[in-house]
């Protein structure tokens, strides 16, 4: 079974400025892929980054990195130079060895971002 | 190159009957995947259909059902309408089962 926690329901960021989102998982396999989606409130689900369980560099994506910390088990989304556009729900998901393709999401993050 | 496309966008329903909601994946991609959100929720994983046959499921009852058309294409069915059933479906396409997955718009549902 595969859990993800996301202990942040909502933070404020200023425009600019970084924001880090928080990202636990729990896992028994050996293999699994992390994903980091954006939500707006039109609902639509964008992807924003992706980190393979095996990948020793940690992923990035323009603004978007991703701090893979394997012995931890945290992903956290680092968004750099915040802009008003990236308001939105963040949601940290993951799947499996035995499951592939089949995401398991964590609650999410509200971000807002402020002039 | 069209993305994932959902229909309708939205609907209204009553308890007890029945919805089917309609998803064409991305073109190329042969793997359709369904979740519910709920509000204020994060989605939660329905099943998903891969070479026309459902491959995995997750914790929903039989009263969800879905089909792959030969063409990709996916419909998810869903019976005896409860108040709880009110949430977004979201379905999801890619190219093989493991790979990123680029989410639809959506189908808003409302059970009264």
């Known amino acids: 079974a595969q859990k993800i926690t996301q202990t942040q329901p909502g933070m404020f960021v200023q425009e600019k400025e970084a924001v880090t989102l928080d990202c636990t998982y729990d896992?028994?396999?050996?293999?699994?892929?992390l994903f980091w989606y954006k939500q707006p409130s039109s609902g639509e689900m964008i992807f924003l980054i992706y980190?393979?369980?095996?990948?020793?560099q940690n992923a990035t994506e323009g603004r978007y990195s991703l701090n893979f910390q394997k012995a931890r088990k945290s992903a956290n989304l680092v968004i750099s130079a915040s802009q008003l556009g990236d308001s939105a729900m963040y949601f940290c998901?993951?799947?499996?060895?035995?499951?592939?393709?089949?995401?398991?999401f964590g609650a999410g993050t509200q971000v807002v971002v402020t002039p | 190159d069209a993305g994932v496309t959902q229909s309708p966008t939205h609907l209204i329903k009553t308890r007890g009957q029945q919805v089917t909601l309609r998803c064409s994946p991305k073109?190329?991609?042969?793997?359709v995947s369904w979740y519910q959100q709920a509000l204020g929720q994060g989605p939660q994983f329905i099943f998903q259909y891969y070479e026309e046959e459902e491959r995995q499921r997750g914790n929903f009852p039989d009263r969800f059902s879905g089909h792959q058309f030969p063409n990709y294409s996916s419909e998810l069915n869903v019976n005896a309408l409860l108040l709880g059933d009110s949430a977004l479906y979201l379905c999801?396409?890619?190219?093989?089962?493991?790979?990123?997955?680029?989410f639809g718009p959506g189908t808003r549902l409302t059970v009264l």
């Open positions: 998901a993951m799947t499996g060895t035995d499951s592939w393709g089949k995401l398991q």
């Open positions: 073109s190329g991609h042969d793997t």
């Open positions: 896992t028994s396999d050996q293999s699994y892929g």
């Open positions: 999801a396409s890619s190219l093989v089962k493991w790979d990123e997955q680029f």
């Open positions: 980190q393979g369980s095996y990948d020793e």
